[in-house]
């Protein structure tokens, strides 16, 4: 994150996103029946004009202002534990939740600074088992099965 | 009125009812001892688990971890110097000082005994002054539903600390989520880009756990220190009752503190670590060893302690009865009673009576629990949660948000739904944007779009219906006022803040 609030004007960058999405969503809106679409667009409407009015206050304070949002995280770490939480969720789908929140579980531990296997592959087993007898067994409700359970 | 509160108590008292609340108030205390979690993440993240529940034993497991957590927050105040929620910040003052000395354990006797009747105080007032409130709410129409909405989401957007525009743009994207789907009023799809999954809109829990989860969840992840450092290692073994005796001379300090815990919960974005300041400020203004203050007084610990926990069922009262929750987490407990078919607002005391009573009771059993169950075995057990390797930890919570997420609707779909709003609310949480507007804009949203329909298809499309009765102009009133005092004082702190820097 410090990258991106020394360099990049995080908050004027978030205004931009906004003023982008407000009107790519007022224009698909338009397709919308009257009645259906003028709340949503309204708002939209009010979304926009206060991120422009965001990015004003943002551009006229300065990147004195700016700094104040600089986060210790660095943004390299932010990514990987977005990624890592990415890449868990896409094993949900494809391998099954159990299966996937095993392996989870001490791998992301071990990516970010824990590597006692023993005790993160023991508690692990014995949380995913948990889960298992809670869900499957007293609730009878399935989490997501994929190709290996 | 009050004769319903009478009435739901027999469905309190089953034992699924009292287990939920004694569950509630452990997960809680858990919760809130590891910093950086807090209750909304825990009631967030613990909802989908309510589902198969009724919602009066969902509601009790919500009351308890609303009690556990802000009495849970004090065990790392008091051991480490790190508050497991905001509002436990002032519980360090006088807190670590105990520890360093060898009395954590009186301190965490205090802030137990303390926490205990803050939210007793709290649960009292939420008694007795939501259901004279509920009865003037009834007497709303539409049109009145639609202006309390629109000051319910303004207020939280206007009065929450920082920047008002930010406010304002994250209430505009709650509302604006609230109207994806199809349109209650005349059945046109919006915004689902084709998908079924969509229809029905956005789930609350599915945003709630994306926007309050995911961020403290990275950074568990990519903080990874632990409590290791602890100097606290040695708690005391003072006597429950020898301490509950020397507590005795706390009365002023208890009642003072719940009074103003109570006030500033019941204020709409005032709650938190804002009532803890003042009323450890108020106690040692009135302390005859205010010198000592800071340096390991008892009272301080219980004048904060107190008031973090008085202005939780505090914070319920705008809640329930106007739909505006005073704190984030009352924004949070809202959408609980939404997922649950209670829509809070005017409504919700004609509609569902014994769980809206069954509720005011839970918090004050909660309370009383709390001492039994937060007791010093608890406490010690607790504070070994503080040593938990924060990877592993921040690991096993994300997979009980996905296991959150997938129970809503079976579908994986709601898990990436969930991804996506975790990673926008993470962005948003850093450029200091605020989560409850758009928690609140998501649960009022959706209702105050009703009800300005409804309120035009009665009156043939007259505008003239929004400010004809009394109730609705005092409400713009009210708006207006809130507007100009959210300008008066950004002008004010802008004036402080240039003064400051010349």
């Known amino acids: ?149 | 009125m009050f004769e319903a509160l009478w009435h739901s108590l027999p469905d309190i008292l089953s034992v699924s009812s009292l287990l939920a609340v004694a569950v509630g108030v452990v997960a809680g205390i858990f919760l809130g001892a590891l910093p950086g979690l807090s209750a909304t993440l825990g009631i967030s993240v613990l909802l989908p688990f309510t589902f198969g529940m009724s919602p009066q034993v969902a509601l009790g497991m919500m009351a308890g971890i609303y009690n556990g957590s802000m009495y849970g927050g004090a065990i790392p105040a008091i051991l480490l110097r790190i508050p497991g929620t905001p509002a436990a910040v002032a519980t360090t003052f006088d807190g670590y000082p105990m520890a360093q000395q060898g009395h954590a354990n009186k301190a965490l006797r205090v802030a137990l005994v303390s926490s205990a009747i803050g939210g007793l105080a709290s649960g009292l007032a939420l008694m007795l002054l939501a259901p004279p409130l509920g009865s003037v709410t009834l007497m709303f129409g539409p049109t009145e539903i639609f202006w309390v909405s629109v000051f319910g989401i303004l207020s939280i957007a206007l009065l929450i600390k920082g920047n008002a525009v930010k406010g304002l743009i994250s209430a505009g994207i709650g509302i604006f989520v609230a109207t994806v789907g199809i349109d209650p009023v005349s059945a046109n799809e919006r915004f689902t880009f084709g998908s079924l999954y969509l229809d029905d809109g956005i789930s609350v829990i599915v945003l709630l756990i994306g926007l309050y989860a995911m961020p403290p969840v990275i950074d568990t992840l990519v903080n990874p220190q632990s409590g290791e450092e602890s100097h606290a290692k040695e708690v005391g073994d003072e006597g429950f009752f020898k301490s509950l005796v020397s507590m005795l001379g706390y009365w002023k300090t208890w009642l003072r503190a719940s009074l103003i815990g109570i006030a500033v919960g019941i204020l709409p974005g005032a709650g938190g670590s804002f009532g803890t300041f003042i009323s450890y400020n108020e106690a040692k203004r009135s302390a005859r060893n205010s010198e000592e203050w800071g340096k390991g007084e008892p009272e301080g610990v219980a004048a904060a302690e107190t008031c973090n926990n008085a202005d939780t069922a505090a914070s319920m009262i705008p809640a329930l009865t106007l739909g505006i929750p005073g704190t984030s987490v009352a924004a949070v407990m809202l959408g609980g009673f939404l997922i649950h078919g209670l829509q809070p607002g005017p409504n919700l005391f004609r509609e569902h009576p014994d769980e809206v009573f069954g509720f005011m009771w839970q918090f004050l059993i909660a309370s009383v629990m709390l001492l039994f169950l937060g007791g010093s075995v608890a406490t010690r057990l607790f504070s070994k949660v503080l040593y938990l390797p924060r990877p592993l930890l921040g690991s096993i919570i994300l997979s009980l948000m996905v296991v959150g997420a997938y129970s809503i609707h079976e579908t994986l779909f709601d898990v990436f739904l969930m991804f996506g709003f975790g990673v926008f609310g993470y962005v948003l949480e850093k450029l200091k944007f605020p989560m409850a507007p758009i928690v609140l804009g998501v649960i009022l949203g959706g209702f105050m779009e009703y009800n300005f329909r409804i309120s035009m298809l009665m009156s043939g499309n007259d505008p003239a219906v929004l400010w004809s009765s009394a109730p609705s102009i005092v409400l713009i009133a009210m708006i207006v006022m809130l507007i100009v005092l959210t300008c008066f004082k950004q002008r004010l702190s802008s004036l402080i803040g240039k003064r400051l820097t010349n």
Do not use: N
């Open chain 1, 1 to 149: 994150m410090k990258a991106i609030s020394k360099g990049l004007m995080p908050t004027a960058g978030i205004c931009i996103a906004l003023i982008v999405t407000s009107t790519s969503f007022i224009v698909m809106g338009t397709g919308i029946p009257l009645e259906s679409a003028m709340f949503p667009l309204t708002v939209l409407g009010v979304v926009g004009v206060l991120s422009v009015v965001l990015l004003a206050q943002s551009c006229l304070q300065g990147r004195q202002c700016e700094a104040g949002e600089g986060h210790p995280e660095s943004l390299g770490k932010v990514l990987l534990g977005l990624l890592c939480v990415l890449i868990y969720l896409v094993a949900v789908a494809k391998l099954g939740f159990y299966v996937s929140t095993f392996l989870m579980i001490p791998l992301m531990s071990a990516a970010f600074g824990y590597r006692r296997w023993e005790r993160s592959l023991f508690g692990s087993a014995l949380f995913t088992v948990m889960l298992y007898l809670l869900f499957d067994m007293a609730m009878g409700r399935s989490l997501p099965h994929g190709w290996l359970m």
